[in-house]
Structures are given as structure tokens and as C-alpha cells.
């Protein structure tokens, strides 16, 4: 690599996103060949996020550790162009969205876990409740823009990696211990080695809370979550002439969450926003998930290497929760407890008749398997240096609903069973998914330019078959419906070194997104634009993006979690649609050549998104649609600032955020009162001690002035954020 592109990438680290501007990467040893070779792990380093087309942002291990985030919402806040949807307070189901793609269970963006693709069934149903553990995460990746092409299949806004924890390059680990309000424990712990041809890890976390909404009548309102992962390596010499690594990574991870989709009432909320009503007591998810991988990388020669995963994932989850009264919808309930006002008492605890409310066994097992590789070749032409990657994925997965319903009457505020449903005799079908997807990028330094063109395809065919819920037997196909889809999204992007000081960059990209099994929509489709600045000088740091996504067709997704009366798994044809903005971030340490280190940093996004065409649907965000009318759950403002103080052994952080106003409703002009989330203000505290080499004592507030806010109005009724919440812990090392 030339001095002059070490000296771009040195420039475009500088400014990645405001928060993480005063950490550096650790230099890459000779043993850290995953580093150095895997490229499934799509990004690698912070280097290789950087050199890549379009944005990118690298959250490493130090920065995680900074603020001690166990929750995924929490770190991506500072991130500019990322737009977050609380739901239940710890981060367990995020809501994610990148550049307007949507934040609703991150169905509209790529995401993986050392670079595989880690949704229960990424093709055929992405919004399925599953997130890795992020406490055992060391490191976060985002790219938007073309750089999002090399992951896939959706590449309308973006991709997330998160990087679990390294084998280390000696024996190493770390005990992490923290307790805090709500009955919140943490325990983390792993420990590792590594030889001269062998190497291993094991790691465990251990999360629970007794949760912050209080239940009428007394309930259950936290969570427990188990994970544990294991890793073994063999390696040969990193001096060997074809160098070769092969690793193996088995997981297995449990969560047992007395969580619900019932929201409260305006009314309610205004009096306790904290109350869950007395229909919700037995609502309960419980997922399990396993995964193993199998990584080779081989050195072929000093200008060849080739990375290969093979990986089948397993999930499986039961969330049992009340899902109608007398056949009226929750969400209906909620937003007009007027007209439903028997309903309504029934679920606040008043006696019911027989059978008036129905939970639902939301039975549903899932399985994701397949392989992919990536070849790199580096070769010059002329003046010009060239890093191409091929990459082959070829993958299936799987979606099984096999669910029921159990009728309840409420009797002294007690739910009494009075019908136990059958299994399968609700919904009783598989979706299935298998796709090959291939892709090309070639990395082009010539001069003071750094050329990025790639291409991606992708071959999908799906298939959903119907199975009769009269029985809720697999032995009578009441209906199989099958489709295909073919798409070529091609990327370019472009960066050029103006000066020491100053990088220009721009990429044009497809952005696309796949209809899911029996879907009638569209693929969803979109012509996708940015163009940056970033610029670092004696410590000063900053980037400046405005980007552009303009659909031909929007797509939205019919879930669970959406609410409104749609069938779940149908989606909906948006027509155009344009999405843009502006992505902007500052940072700068007063304190850089004193005792104490004085950072500020500030992370700023603008959005204005609207539909360009109207129609009528039947999607619950959507409804009737004028041309204008503004796109749901997208504030127009979004600011993360932080202050921070660090001397050799402690450190003392400031930061707050602020959401801005959404509409929970297509619209424009004046926001109706039941369609309008408020804007807040939301401030964190953060501080550390570090003992000696081994032992650091560390503190955060969440939510420091216990500010009362509104996170969503969907899937029924208004949901509340998280109350202010302390932690204290200590962390070993060795």
C-alpha cells in the first residue's frame, strides 16, 4: 500500500463518527491473521472500514468499554444516519434503521456477526426476534452508502457487523461484574490462549433485570438472558509460505423475558407510565438460539488469499401474549378505549365472560444455513493498484409458524383458562428461502484517487406453503405458493485526497431489498447517492455526508410488531419515495497535549423523507397516502454531544441526545395528538477508575434526569423508555 493511501485512510479515521475519535486501532501482529485475512469478517479492521466505498464507522473495544453499553440502541445512538426504536428499555429487540430504510426489527438493513449473516432466516423472514449478546461484543462496523453492496442481500441503507470477541495472541481474559437499579446483574466473563499452531476461547454472559413497569395485581416484568461461545483454532507458522487458519466457533444463547406488545392509553400513561395492565400478566417470550461456523483462510501467494465460512444457525421462540379481546385487536382497544370500553375494563382487570380474551402461541422455529468464501487478489496495472474481491454465498433458510390460540377470562383480575387451542390450528406454515448471491469490488489506487466499482447479484427463490389449521396436521397443503427474483446492484465509489488534510468521497449505488415467501409486492428498489467530506488537523476532526435515497418502489412489512389489522407477513407496495439528508460530526481534545485529556464531540443528522405518490393501504403506518405526506417513525432531527474529562487513572463522560419529533402516521402539516411522539432529551453519565493494570471500577446513569418519555405508539398503545437506571461494576483483566 503507498504512503499516500495510508495517509487517506489515516485522514478518513479521524472523523468516523464523533465518539470514537480518540481511540486508536491496535497495531496488527503477525498472529492476528484473522485480522489480516478474513475477509467474510466483511470489514476486517478499522483500516479496511475505512479504505471501502462510501461511509463507514468503526465502534472498537475501548469505546464499547467507555460508556459499558449493554444494549445495542445505547451505542448506536452516536452514530450519524442511524435511527433507533426503543421497545422494551434493555436493547434485547432493536428497532434499526440506517439513511430512512425503516426501524422496524432491522428488517430492512444486513445483519451480521463476523460478517455471517445472523437473523434467524435472513431471507425469508429478517424480522424474526433475535440480536446477539452485546456484551460480548468487542467491536461494532456500519456501512452505508455503495459500501453496503458487499454484504447484501438489503442494500437500501446499510449494514451492521458486530465483532465477537477475539481468540487472543497470548493467554488473556476478563471478569465483568455490575449490578444496578431494577434488580439489573451483569456477568461476563472469557478467557483464552494462543500457541504457536493452537488456540482457544470461551465466554459467558449472564444479564437479568426484574424489569421497570410495575403490573396490576402484581406480575413479572424482567428478563434473564444466557450466552455462551466457544472457539478453537489451528493455525500453521505465520512465517509459513501459504499461511492457514481454521477455526471453530459453536454457540448457544437463551432468553426468558416477561415482555409485552400492550401498551397504555393516553390517559393511562399521563397518570403512570410505568403500568402494565393486569391482561398482560402471562405474557412471556422465550427464545433459544445455537450457531456453529467453521472458518478456513489460506494465503495462496503474497497477492491471493481466500476466506470460507460454512455456518448453520438454529432459533426457535414462543412469545405468548394477549393478542385480541372478543376478536377487537389490542391496538384498536388502546386507541379508542371509549367505543371499546368493555373490552378495555376487561383487560384493566374488571371480570370478563368466558373465553373474551385470546393469547396466542406465537410458536415459531427457524433455521438459516450455507457457505460463502471471498477471494482477494492484488495486482497493478500500469500506474494503478488493484485489491479485487470475488465473493459466493450460497444459503437457505427457513421460517416454520406452527401456532395457537388459548382463551382467557379475567376473573377477580386474575386470567383463568377456559380454551386451550390445539397447536397448529392458528397459523400453520413454512416459508422458504434459498439464494446464491456473487459479488465483484475491485479497490483501485491510482494517484491520489482511491476508485471502488463492484457489483453484487443476487438469485432468490422463495416459497410459502399453506398447511390446514382445521387439524393442525402437516398431512393436507391447503396452498404453495413459489417466486423468484433476480437482481443486479451494481455500486461505485470514489474518494480523492485533496490534500494532507482533506478527503472528498462520493458513491452511487442500487439499493434493494427482497420480498419475502407469498409475498405479492414488489421487490423493493431505490437509486441510492452520497457525497462526503472529511477533513482532521491538530487534533480537530470532521465529516460532513449529505446523501440521497430515491425509491421507485418502497416496501413496508407487515409484523407483529408493526400493529394495525394487517396479516402478518404481507407486505405493501409504497410506491416512490425519496429519503435524504444530511450526516455531520465534530470532534476535537482541548486537553490533547495536557494531563488531562478534554474531549467534545458532537454527531448530527437531518432527514426529510416523504412519499411521492399516493395510494390507499392497508399497512397500519401507511393508510391513505398523498403525495407529500411524510414517512413514519423517521425524526427530522437527530444530535449526540458529549464532553468528557480522562486523567492516567480515572475518567468522568457527559453525553446527551436528542430525538426529535416523529409522526407515527404517513402525514404532513400539523401532527395529530394520537400520531405524535414528542422530541427528548435524554442524558448519560459515565465514569471510571482504573486501580492498577488489572482492576477498573466503573459507573454509568442512564437517563441522568429521569426524563418520562414515549419510545413508539406501535404495536399498541404508548410504550414507555427507560426510567433513570444506575450501574456500578468492576472489571479484571489479566
Known sequence: MSTLLRAAIALALLPAAPAFANTAPEPVEAEE????????????????????????????????????????????????????????????????????????????????????????????????????????????????????????????????????????????????????????????????????????????????????????????????????????????????????????????????????????????????PFRRYAGSRLDNIQTRQSLVELRHLVELSDNIDLSTVAYRTEFSRNWYKLNDVQGVSISSILDDPATYADQYAWITGANSPANALRLRNNKRSYYAQGIQGVLGIGFATGEASHDLEIGLRVHRDQEDRYQDDDRYQMAGGELVLTSDGAPGTQENRVGDAEAVSLYLQDTIEWGRWVLSPGVRYERIDLARTNYSTATGLRDVVLSRDESGVDALIPGFGATFLASDDLVVFASLHRGFNPPGPGSNADPEESVNLEFGLRYGRDGLAAELVGFVNDYSNLVGTCTASTGGNCNIGDQYDGGDARVQGIEASLSYDFGADGPVSVPVRLGYTFTNAEFRSSFSSSFGEWGDVVSGDEVPYLPEHLLHASLGAQGEHWRLDLAGNYIGEMRTQAGQGAVPADEHIKAVVLWELALGYQVNAQFEFYGRVENLFDKDYVTARRPAGLRPGLPRTAVLGVRYTF
Open 33 to 272: 491473521a484473522l485480522v489480516r485475512l478474513d475477509r467474510i469478517n466483511v470489514f476486517g479492521s478499522r483500516e479496511e472500514v475505512e479504505k471501502t466505498a462510501g461511509s463507514a464507522h468503526y465502534i472498537d473495544k475501548k469505546t464499547l468499554e467507555h460508556f459499558n453499553y449493554r444494549d445495542v440502541n445505547r451505542v448506536l445512538r452516536q452514530v450519524p444516519g442511524v435511527y433507533i426504536v426503543e421497545e422494551e428499555g434493555f436493547g434485547l429487540r432493536p428497532n434499526i434503521g440506517i439513511r430512512g430504510s425503516g426501524t422496524d426489527r432491522n428488517n430492512r438493513i444486513t445483519v451480521m456477526e463476523d460478517g455471517v449473516l445472523i437473523a434467524p432466516a435472513p431471507y425469508a423472514a429478517p424480522a424474526a426476534y433475535y440480536f446477539p449478546t452485546m456484551a460480548r461484543m468487542s467491536g461494532l462496523e456500519i456501512k452505508k452508502g455503495a459500501a453496503s453492496v458487499q454484504a447484501g442481500p438489503r442494500t437500501t441503507g446499510g449494514a451492521l457487523n458486530l465483532i465477537s470477541t477475539a481468540i487472543p495472541t497470548e493467554t488473556a481474559g476478563e471478569l465483568d461484574l455490575a449490578m444496578g437499579g431494577h434488580g439489573t446483574l451483569l456477568g461476563h466473563a472469557w478467557a483464552g490462549t494462543q500457541g504457536e499452531n493452537f488456540g482457544g476461547l470461551v465466554e459467558a454472559v449472564r444479564q437479568e433485570s426484574d424489569g421497570f413497569k410495575r403490573v396490576d395485581g402484581g406480575g413479572d416484568s424482567g428478563f434473564v438472558l444466557d450466552d455462551a461461545v466457544a472457539k478453537l483454532r489451528w493455525n500453521t507458522s505465520p512465517s509459513a509460505s501459504r499461511y492457514q487458519q481454521l477455526d471453530l466457533k459453536v454457540g448457544y444463547n437463551t432468553q426468558d423475558s416477561d415482555e409485552t406488545y400492550l401498551g397504555l392509553t393516553e390517559a393511562d400513561y399521563a397518570a403512570d
